[in-house]
């Protein structure tokens, strides 16, 4: 799908056009594009069998996913879903295995690749899971929560209480104890499917399957919108780029200036051009506060939920005072006090000072503005695939 009117958009600075060029796309344009999916979960919780079970295929047929009772330590293998367009099912080995450790799961399985997760567990809801879900939370992805194996915990409670065996009643206690765990770790809608991968036809797997397909243009749409920060930073590095080239030119002009025997005029002129550079960035970038104000109302949230990632706006023009008057300020009183001794070696040490404190300054406060515009172009398409789902 061509992204040149989204990048066009950030490249001129208007966030805003970039997100309504985004909401512009209808659901259907998402179809051809490809959905990851990670099915992940404790080792031998049976993700590998429920792989087999959406494609229709059991262990051993020609094409399966290997299954067994063995820890795995292969790497994760995609296996197309044969009735859902452009989705691949990944099987990924088991977490808190002696080759994947828990704690080192994540990052070495580079779970960030991946669009969308099915979390595979086939106990209570526990400490592993809720790790899951967390690391799936922080990178703004979404899973489904699949409690396997339900035929052995039905086949266990009907040996164990034949008299009172009520087997939606159970499943339903199953259901809610994931559901109460996923709660536990602040996700809003949990959706949690009991399934046995052995009886495809019962439970909760046809929901399962039918949830997937109903909500999977939605799902390539998110997917679609989290991609696009990636899309956007090497615009924002190669405005940013541009921009560090000038700053020599700007330093010069005021270490010129800095050479004037007229005292303050150093500290003067560097406030001055500093205050207008850094409302300069904050237009050509698109995150000044008419801009912020637009891009707000695009995705119909307040604009405090953009201000608040900005770190740049610490950095107002009073604050160059006070770091002016700290840092540089003494330093130009000297220079002041030199002058009136030395005037050559004063005008130099004057011109250098001002030379690189507009310097360092002006690179610090670039690099925090383009930080900034991706931080908050990441939180509006946040918003904007939160609004979808
Ligand atoms: N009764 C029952 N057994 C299952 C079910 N799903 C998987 N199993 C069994 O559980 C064992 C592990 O299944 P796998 O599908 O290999 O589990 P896995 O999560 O892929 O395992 P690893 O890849 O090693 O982490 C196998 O012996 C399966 O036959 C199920 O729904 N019901
Ligand atoms: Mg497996």
């Not at 295929?57 to 299954?67: K, P, R, S, V, Y």
């Not at 296996?79 to 994540?106: E, K, Q, R």
């Not at 703004?140 to 009520?166: I, T, W």
């Not at 119909?300 to 990632?309: I, M, Q």
């Amino acid at each position: 799908m061509a992204l040149d009117g989204f990048k066009d958009a950030v490249y001129h600075g208007s966030l805003t056009e970039a997100i309504s060029n985004v909401q512009q796309r209808t659901l259907e344009s998402f179809n051809s594009h490809t959905l990851n999916i990670a099915v992940t979960g404790e080792s031998g919780s049976g993700k590998s069998s429920l792989i087999n079970a959406m494609r229709g295929l059991h262990a051993g047929d020609e094409g399966a996913a290997e299954t067994g009772m063995l820890d795995t330590m292969g790497e994760p293998m995609a296996y197309p879903d044969p009735v859902l367009p452009g989705v691949n099912l990944w099987d990924l080995p088991g977490v808190g295995t002696s080759y994947f450790p828990l704690d080192s799961y994540c990052e070495r399985l580079n779970l960030s690749r991946y669009d969308f997760f099915i979390i595979v567990g086939a106990q209570r809801f526990r400490s592993d899971h809720a790790r899951l879900v967390r690391e799936i939370q922080r990178m703004g992805k979404r899973f489904y929560f699949v409690r396997s194996k339900a035929d052995m915990d039905l086949d266990a409670s009907r040996r164990q209480r034949p008299s009172s065996y009520n087997e939606e009643g159970i499943l339903q206690q199953i259901r809610e104890d994931c559901r109460r765990g996923l709660a536990a770790e602040g996700v809003g809608h949990p959706q949690a499917f009991v399934v046995s991968s052995w009886e495809p036809n019962h439970y909760d797997f046809p929901l399962l399957r039918r949830t997937l397909q109903t909500e999977l243009q939605r799902l390539k749409r998110h997917a679609f919108l989290l991609s696009l920060p990636a899309v956007a930073s090497p615009i924002v590095n190669q405005k940013k780029a541009a921009l560090k080239r000038e700053i020599w030119k700007i330093a010069l002009f005021l270490c010129l200036l800095a050479a004037v025997p007229v005292p303050g005029l150093a500290f003067l002129g560097t406030f001055v051009v500093f205050r207008k550079h850094l409302f300069r960035y904050y237009i050509i970038f698109g995150v000044d506060d008419r801009s912020l104000s637009a891009l707000a109302r695009q995705i119909g949230k307040p604009v405090l939920e953009l201000t608040t990632v900005m770190t740049s706006l610490g950095i107002t023009p009073m604050m160059a005072l006070k770091l002016l008057s700290d840092s540089v300020g003494a330093a130009v009183m000297v220079v002041e006090y030199l002058w009136e001794r030395h005037p050559v070696s004063g005008a130099m040490v004057s011109g250098g000072v001002a030379l690189v404190t507009t310097f360092l300054m002006l690179q610090k406060c670039l690099a925090s503005v383009a930080d900034d515009t991706r931080r908050v172009l990441c939180k509006a398409l946040e918003a904007e695939g939160g609004n979808a789902i």
